[in-house]
């Protein structure tokens, strides 16, 4: 087999690649060596004098011989090659595992069983040579599907030991230095560069593809269109014309996937603008004529860029060069017509691609429903929904979400509601995050009572689970609309299903009973917080020490603003400037205020100017001069 071009592989190999090992001997030692050529066959390495005084299946030095011998009976069976060899599987090395692939060269099915046999039965991981030796032989029977399967498993185990051992193993050098000991097959360079990409390894076949190239092998226009694909998925233009430009210097002719590749990196780059002259270039001196594919790339630049005058032309253009429109044209123009603002002409143009016979899909429905979402026009969203109900097209989670969310931003949160609920009756799938969004939404607009009637309507029907955070919007919802039995109603069902409330959830319930005039149950709240590990904050004492204070319970209020100094650092003076206020609005006497303030002080309070204010105030009240 003859290489592609004339470039001697072999002294390339001694130049470029003499760091390179291919196998390693099956002895302990740690020295390794390239396998020696076929046409002079390996000389058995003596281990012991004495190990040629033993039967062949207990000799080391006829390993080989034995395996080969097993392998070449008519109906052979690995469970004998394990019986045979089995006193001399410590024995068994890479450098033998190489010479057998070799004398079974020319029969793959025999070369891949032994190969198997090896890595499942005994466990023992081939080397990359060993491998590369079974591509080889692979590609030499034109069992590609297998070579391909091998050769992604090779360079997860080549990754696998770079990531471990931190030693770089070049698998390319090690298949070109394999084509001087067997048979091999050109493709399986090709092949390697197919393998990196089919990996999702870009950049690596893109190192692959240039070592293959200079080495003269040959690469398929089918796997350069493929590494020009993941080229411009990661965005890497240069390297996407580098490619192009190899193509040409070598001889490999583009096709017409090629050059829409490379409309593509036109449209996606910052040389937009010379698309056309590329274009017009291929068309006179490669004959390419631009197909379907290239038009939508075209105009779907165009309409990304708000050029909609070039696209339409182009639209026109199709028609006349006999390019029929389809499904992926109108959508581009719709949603260039969409993000211009000129929903009404982009709904026209919707009706003229269902008059010309074309079906519009989800996408297509979703960029008109969303225009008209974003223009507050819901009415017309939800006729668009129905319509698609209509024609057998399933919305998906985007087109609820966005008429949801365009309601919402509307303001019409219980049309919000009823969309919902109608979407359910016709069995459309609601996501629950969509839900959850609503719930909290109507939470956040005080319609606690609405919110929990959704809640328990897509719990039952559609039988989503809700979150401890829906939860617990509905109690502060609950508890800011002071319906506080029906938030301890949901604490209560948190309880039962072992979920504890977070310190918002407790600040709600806490600020409710207070203002209501339940300070009791409101302390026990908080005495239940601190037992479940949630720390209370200064908003808690506060709501505590108004709530006592209302009640004229002074002492309980001066109580709990010395536990929360003296437990939890926080020194509420807001609190205590309420405590002295109520204190002297109640002519309870300026001593009693200064008593309170002593002891203040000593658990860490300082008075402030509204402190002294409040108290000027009670003094003057006392002595008749207000």
Excluded at 158 to 180: C, G, H, K, R
Aim: aromatic share 10%; charged share 25%.
């Amino acid at each position: 087999m003859k290489r592609v071009s004339a470039i001697n592989a072999t002294s390339l190999i001694k130049r470029d690649f003499s760091k390179q090992r291919f196998f390693s001997s099956s002895s302990s030692s740690s020295s390794l060596q390239l396998i020696p050529r076929c046409d002079d066959p390996p000389k058995s390495i003596i281990l012991n004098p004495l190990y040629n005084l033993l039967p062949h299946t207990q000799n080391p030095n006829r390993i080989v011989d034995v395996i080969c011998s097993t392998l070449n009976q008519r109906d052979f069976v690995l469970l004998n090659l394990h019986n045979e060899v089995k006193s001399l599987f410590p024995h068994l090395g890479h450098r033998e595992i190489s010479r057998v692939l070799l004398r079974f060269q020319s029969d793959a099915t025999r070369a891949l069983a032994f190969f198997t046999w090896v890595k499942s039965d005994l466990g023992k991981t081939p080397n990359v040579g060993n491998y590369c030796l079974l591509l080889h032989v692979l590609a030499w029977s034109k069992k590609f599907p297998l070579a391909m399967q091998f050769l992604c498993e090779l360079i997860k185990l080549v990754a696998m030991e770079e990531e471990e051992e931190e030693e770089e193993e070049d698998v390319f050098s090690v298949l070109v230095s394999a084509t001087d000991e067997c048979n091999w097959d050109p493709v399986v360079f090709d092949m390697l560069v197919k393998a990196y990409l089919k990996l999702g390894l870009v950049e690596e076949g893109f190192s692959a593809f240039r070592k293959v190239i200079a080495f003269g092998f040959r690469v398929s226009v089918v796997t350069c269109n493929h590494l020009l694909n993941g080229l411009l998925k990661l965005d890497l233009m240069d390297d996407c014309w580098q490619v192009y430009r190899v193509m040409c210097r070598v001889g490999i002719h583009p096709n017409t996937h090629t050059f829409n590749i490379l409309t593509n990196v036109f449209c996606n780059g910052s040389s937009f603008h010379q698309v056309n002259d590329f274009l017009e270039k291929m068309e006179e001196e490669e004959g390419f004529e631009p197909d379907l594919v290239t038009y939508n790339t075209l105009v779907s630049s165009y309409c990304r860029r708000g050029r909609l005058k070039e696209a339409f032309y182009l639209y026109k253009i199709m028609y006349r060069r006999r390019v029929v429109p389809d499904l992926v044209t109108y959508t581009s123009l719709i949603k260039g017509l969409c993000k211009e603002g000129r929903v009404r002409e982009a709904h026209q143009s919707f009706h003229r691609m269902v008059d010309r016979g074309i079906k519009p899909d989800c996408i297509s429905y979703n960029t008109l429903v969303y225009a008209y979402c974003k223009e507050g026009m819901m009415e017309q969203s939800k006729r668009l929904l129905h319509e698609m109900l209509g024609n057998s097209v399933v919305p998906d989670r985007f087109t609820c979400k966005i008429i949801v969310e365009g309601f919402v931003r509307e303001g019409r949160l219980l049309a919000a509601v009823n969309f919902v609920v109608e979407l359910t009756r016709l069995r459309v799938g609601i996501p629950f995050e969509l839900c959850s969004f609503l719930i909290e939404s109507l939470c956040r607009e005080g319609k606690p009572f609405a919110a929990k009637h959704l809640l328990e309507r897509i719990t039952e029907e559609e039988g989503h689970k809700a979150t401890p955070e829906t939860y617990h919007n509905l109690i502060e919802s609950f508890s800011r609309c002071d319906a506080i039995d029906e938030a301890l109603l949901i604490k209560r069902k948190l309880t039962n299903q072992n979920q504890g409330l977070d310190v918002k959830s407790y600040r709600a319930l806490i600020g409710c009973l207070c203002r209501i005039g339940r300070n009791r149950e409101a302390e026990s709240l908080m005495v239940e917080m601190i037992d479940s590990e949630v720390k209370p904050d200064s908003f808690i004492c506060g709501a505590l020490v108004n709530g006592y204070c209302k009640e004229l319970d002074f002492a309980k209020a001066e109580s709990l603003l010395s536990f929360f100094a003296m437990e939890f650092r926080i020194f509420d003076i807001e609190s205590y400037n309420l405590l002295v206020k109520a204190i002297c609005e109640t002519g309870s006497g300026y001593k009693k205020v200064l008593e309170i303030q002593e002891r203040m002080q000593r658990v860490g309070f300082v008075p402030n100017t509204l402190s002294c204010k409040y108290m000027i105030q009670g003094l003057t009240q006392r002595d008749g001069l207000m």
